[in-house]
């Protein structure tokens, strides 16, 4: 799934980010499963990270990219879907595994999806929702 299919010389003729996200929609269909603009308050170590990458890379975080896959670094056999994620992460996205996320029902900020959160290995001091604890306080 998702192996280099196409010349990289395509994705390097690719001026624009959203030029990338047009040509990898053809190239790599449903490969983007969508886009969020904030983790949840409940969860501050995935914004923490996020911000931790883009101050490494020198760039504004952008927003959270939800893919269907996510390839290893040193996958030889998908150089180019490696370089499109390098493009995203250069731009300030992060990207993660759809699956592992879902919205909450009342903001739309990513929470882990239940099975992700049964298998962290430091759970949070309180028990998983399909909410923010302050969305729900709220609601
Ligand atoms: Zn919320």
């Known amino acids: 799934m998702y192996k280099d299919n196409t010349d990289i010389q395509q994705l390097a003729s690719l001026k624009t ?4 996200k047009d040509w990898v929609e053809i190239a790599y269909p449903r490969w ?13 170590h995935l914004t923490c990270s996020w911000v931790e990458m883009c101050k490494t890379l020198k760039v504004k975080p952008a927003e959270i990219l939800l893919v269907s896959y996510l390839p290893h670094k040193e996958d030889t056999e998908r150089k180019i879907l490696n370089a499109v994620c390098d493009i995203f992460s250069r731009s300030g996205f992060v990207i993660r595994r759809a699956h592992e996320f879902q919205q909450c029902t009342i903001c739309e900020s990513l929470l ?8 962290l290995t430091v759970k949070p001091p ?7 604890r302050m969305c729900e306080k709220s609601a």
């Open 32 to 44: 983007i499963v969508g886009t969020a603009k904030r983790f949840s308050d409940d969860y501050p």
């Open 112 to 119: 882990p999806s239940q099975q992700v959160w049964n298998k």
């Open 17 to 20: 980010l959203k030029d990338v």
């Open 126 to 132: 309180f028990e998983w929702k399909n909410c923010c």
